[in-house]
Structures are given as C-alpha cells and as structure tokens.
C-alpha cells in the first residue's frame, strides 16, 4: 500500500464548477500538508499549506484537512480553464530534513 | 522570496555519456534542497537531498550522484546515462518552514 493515494483521474468539469480533489494517507506521523498545482511541462507550484485539522481558505480555494481520517481535499471554487492543470498532493513528518510525500496527481480539465 | 534556476530546461543525451544538471537557489541562505524525478504520467521522485554544503542523502539506489559545492548550488550527474534515466527533474528548496518550492524543471530524454 502506498502511503499517499490520490485520485489520478483525469476529471474534466465544465466552467464554474466545484471541483473537489483528494488525497489518503496511511501514516498517522504526517503533520503538514500541500496542495501544488502543475502545468504542462512546468515545475510544481504551491498552493496551499496547512498543518491543522480543519478548513483553510484562499480566495477560489479551500484546502480541508481531516487527521481522525487520514484524509485531505482540495476544492476549487467557480473553477476556470486557467485552473487545467495537475493537482499534486504532499505531506511530511517532522524532521529536520521534512522530506514530502507525494500523491501520483489528478489531472483536470475545466472546459469553457 | 527565492528564486530557483535550473539549467538546462532541455537535455537530449546517448546512451553511455555523462550528465550534469545544475541548480541554483536566490533570495535565501542555507536551505535545504531537494533532486526529484518525475517521469511520465507518475507522481516526483525523491532522489537526493542536501541540508548543507557537501551534505548529500541519497534515497533511492540508482545511476545518479549529486553535489553541494556551494550553500545555494546543487548539482545532479552521472557518468553513464541509462534509457531509464529520462524523465523531467525537479529542484526544490526549503528554507524555515515545511513547504517546498520548486524550479521549472530541466527534461531530459536519453537515446
């Protein structure tokens, strides 16, 4: 079993949905959690980080965080085509060297 | 803010002959820095990490070395390429917080 699992999709949804992405984990040691974003032949850009149970938010998205189920989302509110894109989930322990475990990534498609 | 360059953004290389990929990190001191690979359709790869000049971690056994001669310089080589050794790679810096950044990546396809 690996330790991240995410949803590879692909998930395509029309403009203005909400989009929903998520990632399990099994091990109980993860305290800090990412969401990046990459594009088509670029690096991983970060979206969002958290290290608490609970919502964070920023602007059109929402990071969830739920530790009891070793689960975490992503939501994507009014959702663009500018948001097409692959969604990385990542998560570390504490240390010195916080190494990041990643999810294999979902690809979405937002279509005008 | 840091800024990370990778260079170069294109590789194509034979079979058999030496690599070298270089990183370099602005706008901060003493992060730790990361070597990923991501090869098609597959989640990154962690490869090498470094926590200091000449610190090096090695996480996956392979055909790949790597090297911190300078605080903000990384370097990724080998000596003889592999086929399974394309794929694109990745640098990424941490400085005091969790979250990592990345550069834009430099894609290598071996022949």
Redesign the interface.
């Known amino acids: 079993q690996k330790e991240v699992e ?1 949803d590879p999709g692909p998930l395509s949804v029309p403009e203005g949905a909400i989009v929903s992405l998520n990632c399990t984990y099994s091990n109980s040691a993860f305290q ?1 959690f ?1 969401w ?1 974003r990459q594009y088509s ?6 979206l969002m ?1 958290t ?1 608490s149970s609970g919502n964070k938010e920023d602007g059109r998205f929402t990071a969830q965080v739920d530790k009891s189920s070793k689960y975490i989302s992503l939501f994507i509110r009014d959702s663009q085509p500018s948001d097409s894109a692959t969604y ?1 989930c ?1 998560m ?1 322990v504490s240390g ?5 475990t ?4 979902t690809q979405l498609t937002v279509l005008p | 803010s840091q800024t990370i360059h990778q260079w170069p953004a294109t590789l194509v290389q034979p079979v058999g002959s030496p690599l070298s990929l270089e990183c370099t990190v602005e706008g901060t001191s003493n992060p730790n820095l990361y070597w990923y690979r991501q090869a098609a359709g597959r989640g990154l790869q962690l490869l090498f990490y470094s926590v200091g000049i000449g610190q090096i971690s090695s996480e996956v056994p392979q055909n790949l070395s790597a090297s911190r001669p300078q605080d903000r310089q990384f370097i990724l080589s080998s000596k003889k390429l592999l086929l399974s050794d394309s794929g694109f790679y990745l640098c990424a810096c941490r400085r005091q917080g969790n979250e990592q950044y990345f550069g834009p990546g430099t894609r290598l396809t071996v022949t």
């Open positions: 995410q800090y990412m990046y032949r670029k690096g991983p850009e970060l980080y290290y990385l990542a570390s010195s060297a916080r190494q990041l990643f999810g294999s990534g």
